[in-house]
């Protein structure tokens, strides 16, 4: 916690529904914090907590850099989402939420649906990406698959001078919900798709819709393609992956894709290949459950996530104009705009 500047963890544990989470407040300069609520059969609870930890990060400055009111939180369960998901846990979760009196606010993330966030506001009103038919947003992955694109072609434009995707090979790890929409995206404007995924039966049913290629999972790091789209988990840029990666640019909708932000984003900088800071171009989502939140609606939130390729050639600039890395500067401008309205806060 004092290492990254936390505010607060909450550890949540009920024995009737099997029960066990976390929660991590990082940082409520900006507002309420928000964040997804993950469940993955982690391997220990050490790993669950380094996940919260970093994915909470994440989301502060994620709120920043794209302008919203809103601070940042993450919420992780503990368990496989197939097998111990039940209405009765995660309406217990809800009540755990509930118990924060609105400090942090919770939506969908890997594992968990629009389904579990009804479940989930039966027990609390601090819970976004409810099912349009309730009057929520929906599911984010289609505004957050647009705002990847959006970074995608901006990283385009910086690397080549053309930011059209046509004819460009470009591998997609991970093919979930953002990662599908992404991927027609990119099929849709004549990119060449190669995807992987753990899961072998939506590989073969996005494949033939989009008309993508499918490579095994433990391949995708040997593809010499255009462009590297890591859309699981985190941490797939490192030190044995930039051995082996040939592409160009790195953009995609995974959380804290680089293992270690410093080493990792230095390593890419000094090899060539243009890294698009992935709490910016991955911050669809958030735009898009801040929609529900704040009731500007859909329209809004795809301007919004059409925005992040106009802030994408902004990062690059001020990289190129101090020598830092695009993560670093990206960093730089989340960090400044909390410090401004904390000491503007502490003025008033």
């Excluded at 989301?59 to 111990?84: E, H, P, Q, R, Y």
């Excluded at 640019?249 to 995974?254: C, F, L, P, Q």
Aim: proline fraction near 2%; charge should be neutral.
């Amino acid at each position: 916690m004092a290492d990254q500047s936390h505010k607060s963890i909450l550890f949540c544990s009920d024995k009737s529904t099997g029960l066990k989470a976390i929660i991590a407040i990082h940082d409520t300069t900006l507002g309420p914090a928000i964040g997804g609520t993950r469940m993955w059969n982690y391997r220990s609870e050490a790993d669950a907590l380094d996940d919260v930890l970093r994915l909470s990060r994440g989301m502060t400055f994620k709120a920043a850099i794209t302008g919203l009111n809103l601070g940042g939180g993450k919420a992780v369960i503990i368990g496989d989402s197939n097998k111990d998901k039940s209405e009765a846990l995660m309406r217990r979760f809800g009540k755990f939420i509930n118990n924060l009196n609105g400090e942090f606010i919770t939506s969908q993330d890997v594992g968990t649906n629009t389904r579990d966030m009804e479940y989930i506001r039966m027990e609390t009103p601090h819970v976004a990406g409810i099912a349009e038919s309730l009057g929520g947003s929906g599911h984010t992955g289609p505004i957050s698959a647009y705002g990847v694109y959006m970074g995608m072609k901006a990283s385009a434009k910086e690397q080549w001078g053309n930011d059209s995707l046509s004819g460009k090979s470009i591998a997609v790890q991970g093919i979930g919900n953002v990662g599908e929409h992404l991927v027609k995206y990119l099929s849709d404007e004549g990119a060449r798709v190669y995807i992987s995924d753990l899961d072998e039966e939506r590989l073969t049913y996005v494949a033939r819709k989009h008309d993508a290629i499918i490579v095994p999972n433990h391949q995708i790091y040997d593809l010499d393609v255009d462009i590297y789209a890591p859309c699981a988990l985190g941490a797939t840029v490192n030190t044995e992956t930039l051995k082996r990666l040939k592409c160009s640019i790195i953009a995609g909708s995974a959380n804290n894709q680089l293992e270690d932000e410093e080493v990792h984003g230095q390593m890419l900088m000094e090899m060539g290949v243009l890294y698009a800071p992935d709490f910016l171009i991955n911050a669809g989502g958030l735009i898009s459950v801040n929609s529900e939140i704040s009731g500007v609606g859909k329209k809004r939130a795809m301007q919004l996530a059409e925005n992040i390729y106009k802030v994408t050639l902004d990062i690059f600039r001020k990289s190129k104009k101090d020598q830092i890395t695009p993560y670093t500067a990206a960093l730089k401008i989340a960090e400044k705009r909390i410090q401004d309205i904390r000491q503007l806060k502490a003025n008033s």
